[in-house]
């Protein structure tokens, strides 16, 4: 087993919305601090510092995205690049839910994981948010597992071959005339005017 835990994590006197990877036994491989912070969080969180470490696991090469930078693509092509097989998105934002991450694993290349939790959070300032569960894992091929319930705990399992990650990058057409370099290039250009 693998799990990813978000958490509050404190350093400095300043906050991080924090994952931390634990493997089989129990030790911690790494920790990935989300870089991208909403405005509505900036008044009570530190971004990270943009390093999108992957995470060698038995399981395979895995990365994150914490929520709100799923957003992103450029995050998820980030994450291509470095070589992962497999990305965990933990979020409590529900907008665009069913899109991004079934989109970002066909055109990348890899699998995600699109995990939130159910319930309803009360804050200390009288405020409630509702959390919208619906985790889901997204293949490289564009399929989709359903649902878990919007409602109640659930565990989702699901059989993944890494194998597909290598397939699809070779054989589908648009992953291999990309051609990043043109783009980095000209995006390069573009931000040094």
């Not at 493997?23 to 509505?40: A, C, D, F, Q, T």
């Not at 008044?43 to 990365?63: A, H, K, Q, V």
């Not at 690049?81 to 990348?108: C, D, K, M, Q, T």
């Amino acid at each position: 087993m693998l799990i990813i835990s978000t958490i509050l994590e404190i350093d400095d006197d300043k906050f991080f919305n924090t994952s931390v990877v634990i493997n089989s036994l129990g030790e911690i491989v790494g920790k990935y601090r989300k870089s991208h912070v909403p405005p509505i969080e900036a008044s009570f969180l530190s971004s990270g510092d943009f390093n999108c470490p992957l995470f060698e696991t038995e399981f395979g090469r895995i990365g994150i995205l914490i929520c709100y930078e799923r957003h992103f693509p450029l995050c998820w092509l980030m994450l291509n690049r470095l070589g992962a097989e497999i990305v965990f998105n933990p979020s409590s934002e529900e907008r665009l839910w069913l899109v991004e991450g079934r989109n970002a694993a066909f055109a990348n290349g890899f699998f995600t994981v699109s995990t939130n939790r159910v319930g309803n959070e009360k804050f200390s300032n009288a405020l409630n948010f509702n959390y919208f569960g619906s985790s889901y894992i997204a293949c490289p091929l564009g399929f989709m597992t359903k649902t878990l319930p919007k409602s109640q705990d659930g565990i989702l399992l699901a059989d993944i071959d890494l194998n597909i990650c290598r397939r699809v990058k070779e054989n589908l057409s648009f992953h291999k005339n990309q051609h990043l370099e043109v783009y980095f290039k000209k995006l390069n250009h573009l931000m040094s005017k």
